[in-house]
Every structure is written in C-alpha cells, then in structure tokens.
C-alpha cells in the first residue's frame, strides 16, 4: 500500500538532547512537509521541500534542521536549541504543485523530559 | 499573505442533527481552501477541497462546503451526523501565486457528536 510512515510513534528524549525523526513516503511525490501541532494553535509549517537536495524554512523552523537527500525520505531533527519541542510532529508530501492535496503520516508525538 | 480563521474551537451536537463548523479567510489572492479531518492521535485526512469552479463542493461521506468569496468563507456541513463523525476539523488556505508550502491551517474546531 502506497502511503506516508513515520517513526517512532511516542520519542521520549531529555532536556538538551538532539533527536530525529523519521518520515518516509512511497507516493512517488515531490513535495515534502514537517508540521508542528500544539493542542488549540492547529499545524504550524516547520520546513519544506519541493525536490531533491533543497528546502525551505516554514514558519518556525528555529530550532529545526531537515535533509532531502532522497525523494522518499525527509528527516526532521530536533535540535537543543528548540526552546519547547514537547508537540505532535506531522509529517505530509504532495504530488508537487501548489494546489494538490497533502498527504498526511500518522503523526510522532515528541516528549521532552 | 493568507489568514484562516475557525470561529468555533468546540461544537457539541446530537446524533442526526446538523451541524456547520465556520470557516473565514482573509487574503489579497484568489485562493484555494481545504476542509481536512483529524482522529485522535493520528494524521489529518483530506475531507473536501475547492481550487475553482462551482462553489459547492461535497465530501464522499455527506459533508459538503460552500465558498463564499463576497463573505471571504468556506463552512463546512453536514444534514444529520453520526457518532463516527467525532473528530477535530481543520481548514486550511493557499493562495494562487504564492510560494508552494504556504498552506495556513485554521486552529480546528473540535465536533462531539452524542447519542
């Protein structure tokens, strides 16, 4: 089945530590996107990118780096320098341009003790 | 740039009654909206979307929407709803000519449907 997987589901990490998480699609799309979502402020856009090798700082992507170096996979790492990185991490791909749907993983909830 | 305003946070209703989740945007650009669904703990599911054309559109599972440009909105509803129709609702916005990526998503508003 084609679709968006993330890993892990829960990520528990202490106060300072960088951690990465996963996002893997098997669309066949362009287009990739890393989401924040905080209880009541809907999804903040972190990062994206279009295409291979490159992308873009969303909205809060302080504290934030990615990497595309292929098409099926986009890494979000959450650095120290993330002053509160507790949230739910979404991450989507569309097929490339604007107006397509985004398609959504199933979320990693990001716990920092 | 493009704002998305959900009016609603909360929205209890009954079993079979209707329901309208509201939805206004603000942009400089002709736009294009989205009305995506969120089960707890899991990722949003495209629900309907409206790029051009015919102002009605409708959702495979009895939802339908109406962009309204005179009154800058895009509400969602639904003649009677089901107890599985429970979830968080976003709608989100893009404009034409902008840069791809810039989708604004609205904060949600929460349905509870009881028995």
């Known amino acids: 089945d084609g679709g968006i997987t993330q890993s892990p589901k829960y990520l528990f990490r202490k106060e300072g530590q960088n951690v990465t998480l996963s996002c893997e699609q098997n669309l066949n799309h362009d287009a990739m996107y890393w989401y924040r979502q905080d209880p009541g402020q809907g999804l903040r856009l972190i990062y994206y990118?279009?295409?291979?090798?490159?992308?873009q700082k969303g909205d809060i992507a302080e504290g934030y780096s990615v990497s595309r170096e292929k098409k099926e996979s986009f890494p979000l790492t959450v650095t120290s320098a993330q002053k509160n990185p507790t949230a739910f991490y979404l991450c989507?791909?569309?097929?490339?341009?604007?107006?397509?749907?985004?398609?959504f993983g199933p979320g990693t909830r990001l716990t920092v003790l | 740039a493009q704002s998305v305003t959900q009016l609603d946070s909360q929205v209890p209703v009954f079993e079979e009654a209707p329901v309208e989740l509201r939805c206004n945007y603000s942009s400089s650009v002709s736009v294009y909206l989205f009305w995506y669904v969120q089960y707890p703990n899991q990722g949003l599911q495209l629900l309907l979307k409206y790029l051009s054309g015919s102002t009605l559109v409708e959702s495979i599972n009895g939802f339908e929407a109406e962009f309204n440009k005179s009154q800058t909105s895009f509400h969602l509803r639904k003649p009677s709803v089901h107890i599985s129709d429970t979830a968080e609702y976003f709608c989100a916005v893009g404009g034409y000519g902008g840069s791809q990526g810039n989708l604004i998503f609205g904060k949600g508003t929460k349905l509870s449907v009881k028995p």
């Open positions: 990118s279009q295409i291979v090798n490159d992308f």
């Open positions: 989507a791909s569309s097929p490339g341009t604007y107006t397509d749907t985004q398609y």
